[in-house]
């Protein structure tokens, strides 16, 4: 007996490499042309390659500042939106209250909603209130969306747990304490650490809303957007993108890795069992 699923037509392969080539190309070219020897306009294919560019880049403090920046506003609202969204999806697993679904649904609305809206609510909240702007601003603008990639992380894993198992333990004496550590805890912690990872790559992507909450340091998206407009700056910024690209791909693929279902992880081993003959 097989023990793999149906193979894919041609027509599903084919759709499907369409599909990588249509996400995947415009990434390849930007590594491509960071590599090239022109320095403002581009031809395909480039004349020449070079590593000269990654030097330059290599001493722009500017760029590192920025780099820096960012580093540090994601890893800051990533901890907030790890505290918040933890909190708010035990809350609306657990508790039974009037208004529970009203406030699910306003938990998750700021990721729907256009960034450049955010921003500007934010904007005039925070000119409202004459909170001056800068690093912290930039933190709560993150912060309002981040929150909802960690909420619905925690909460999918709470779904999928057995309510049973909180009961269990319970009838068994353990205090609450207990009870989430060394119940809770190990069935929540990689959805936690997935969600949070996820929220550090999204806060280091964005512009448009740290556009609206920042002061007058650039985090490194928005040096990126800035240096576009120069072309002979153009092989530079494709250099910083790919560190971006690389910067952004690593903590995206550790969260896909840590919330696979753990029979697909363990498949392989599983249908290997399976074919053994027993003793």
Request: hydrophobic share 55%; proline share 6%; with cysteine.
């Amino acid at each position: 007996m097989s023990t793999g699923g149906a193979r894919a037509g041609i027509g599903l392969k084919i759709s499907t490499v369409l599909v990588l080539v249509f996400l995947y190309f415009p990434l390849a070219m930007i590594i491509l042309y960071a590599f090239t020897t022109q320095s403002s306009s581009f031809s395909f294919p480039p004349p020449g390659l070079t590593l000269r560019w990654f030097g330059i880049a290599w001493g722009q403090e500017d760029m590192w500042s920025a780099f820096g920046l960012s580093v540090l506003v994601a890893g800051a609202a990533t901890l907030v939106s790890l505290m918040l969204g933890s909190l708010l999806a035990a809350a609306v697993y657990r508790a039974r209250f009037f208004g529970r679904n009203a406030l699910s649904f306003m938990v998750v609305m700021p990721i729907a909603l256009p960034g450049i809206v955010t921003g500007i609510a934010l904007a005039a909240t925070l000119n409202e209130f004459g909170v001056p702007f800068g690093y912290w601003t930039i933190v709560i603008g993150h912060t309002t969306f981040c929150i909802v990639i960690v909420y619905n992380n925690v909460v999918a894993r709470l779904r999928r747990m057995s309510p049973s198992l909180v009961e269990a333990s319970a009838d068994l004496g353990g205090s609450g304490w207990q009870t989430f550590w060394w119940v809770l805890w190990p069935n929540l912690r990689t959805a936690v650490l997935a969600g949070g990872i996820l929220a550090f790559a999204l806060s280091f992507d964005e512009i448009i809303v740290t556009t609206f909450t920042r002061a007058q340091d650039p985090t490194l998206p928005i040096w990126i957007f800035n240096y576009l407009f120069r072309p002979r700056n153009r092989p530079v910024t494709n250099v910083v993108a790919l560190l971006a690209i690389v910067t952004t791909f690593i903590p995206v693929l550790v969260a896909q890795l840590l919330t696979r279902d753990p029979t697909e992880r363990g498949s392989g081993t599983l249908a290997a069992a399976a074919t053994q003959p027993k003793t």
